[in-house]
């Protein structure tokens, strides 16, 4: 049974940093690339960053270029996110997700909450 536990959101002022970790479990970690994406309220999920199986290729979405940084420790089956000057607009609920075989990615976890104060 594959399963995700992310972890690390709170609240934080806007200008404020957060670490955010995902632990999965159940598969073959180190065969998938991974990625965090996050969800506004009344929004759509959207992709945030990725990162390849062996963590040398990274992507980010354009409004978090610069700010937020992926990274993954394939030995603990767990990627990060570490999030600095962070904006209201950042607020929402962060999941992260394994490439599936569609081209898209799955999600297993619950995601953890992220508010950002103006």
């Known amino acids: 049974q594959v399963e995700e536990v992310e972890s690390g959101g709170g609240l934080v002022e806007a200008g404020g940093s957060l670490r955010l970790s995902c632990l999965a479990s159940g598969r073959t970690f180190s065969s998938y690339m991974m990625a965090w994406f996050r969800q506004a309220p009344g929004k759509e999920r959207e992709f945030v960053a990725g990162i390849t199986w062996n963590g040398v290729n990274t992507h980010y979405a354009d409004s978090v270029k610069g700010r937020f940084t992926i990274t993954r420790n394939n030995a603990n089956n767990t990627i990060y996110l570490q999030m600095n000057s962070l904006k209201f607009e950042d607020t929402g609920v962060y999941y992260c997700?394994?490439?599936?075989?569609?081209?898209?990615?799955?999600?297993y976890g619950q995601g953890t909450q992220v508010t950002v104060s103006a």
């Open positions: 997700g394994a490439s599936s075989a569609n081209g898209g990615y799955d999600f």
